[in-house]
T-cell receptor, first 116, second 116 residues
Framework: GNSVTQMEGPVTLSEEAFLTINCTYTATGYPSLFWYVQYPGEGLQLLLKATKADDKGSNKGFEATYRKETTSFHLEKGSVQVSDSAVYFCALTPNAGGTSYGKLTFGQGTILTVHP | EAEVAQSPRYKITEKSQAVAFWCDPISGHATLYWYRQILGQGPELLVQFQDESVVDDSQLPKDRFSAERLKGVDSTLKIQPAELGDSAMYLC??????????????FGPGTRLTVL
């Protein structure tokens, strides 16, 4: 079946530091890949996505590149801010049809804390 | 900006009692999802609707959980009887349901259930 593995957290950084959160996946075919962010007390918000190999998703200074050869979708940001403190989830959906289409499979989440 | 609405935001109940959660998706979204998020883990799909029809309920514990979307708009998730292990965040999401890789899921704020 499909699965997503994220790096163990929590991650603690100082403001303006470089961020990488690793994500690898197992899936048949060519899934779509996503990063969602969950701020304290809120639901999940889509941060960025990529739907085919070598695509780069980007939003709010965050980037992730769909690497088919390494089955990875690592999240990066060059300079984090205190307001980036949240839980980050990597996820996938299968691109093929069938009843599983659209179903998001999530990783376990990575807690990011950014200190001033 | 249109949002997915959920109520209640918080629910405390005793085990063996019945509980119900409500979700109102973004207007025009044909696909509705219910996810369960246990603390420290990523969300897991419980049930997926396309309009009023269930597409996937393979992970729904049908002996105690039920879900309906009678008119293909809002939806109710019920647990009867609740067990201690049901304590979790219950998230509702919706999408246009066009079956495209660009079909984004939008999440509501969730209902935090505590079973005592």
């Amino acid at each position: 079946g499909n699965s997503v593995t994220q790096m163990e957290g929590p991650v603690t950084l100082s403001e303006e530091a470089f961020l990488t959160i690793n994500c690898t996946y197992t899936a048949t075919g060519y899934p779509s890949l996503f990063w969602y962010v969950q701020y304290p007390g809120e639901g999940l918000q889509l941060l960025l996505k990529a739907t085919k190999a070598d695509d780069k998703g980007s939003n709010k200074g965050f980037e992730a590149t769909y690497r088919k050869e390494t089955t990875s979708f690592h999240l990066e940001k060059g300079s984090v801010q205190v307001s980036d403190s949240a839980v980050y989830f990597c996820a996938l959906t299968p691109n093929a049809g069938g009843t599983s289409y659209g179903k998001l499979t999530f990783g376990q989440g990575t807690i990011l804390t950014v200190h001033p | 900006e249109a949002e997915v609405a959920q109520s209640p935001r918080y629910k405390i109940t005793e085990k063996s009692q019945a509980v119900a959660f409500w979700c109102d998706p973004i207007s025009g979204h044909a696909t509705l999802y219910w996810y369960r998020q246990i603390l420290g883990q990523g969300p897991e799909l419980l049930v997926q609707f396309q309009d009023e029809s269930v597409v996937d309920d393979s992970q729904l514990p049908k002996d105690r959980f039920s879900a309906e979307r009678l008119k293909g708009v809002d939806s109710t998730l019920k647990i009867q009887p609740a067990e201690l292990g049901d304590s979790a965040m219950y998230l509702c999401a919706s999408s246009l349901g066009l079956g495209l890789s660009t079909d984004t899921q939008y999440f509501g704020p969730g209902t935090r259930l505590t079973v005592l």
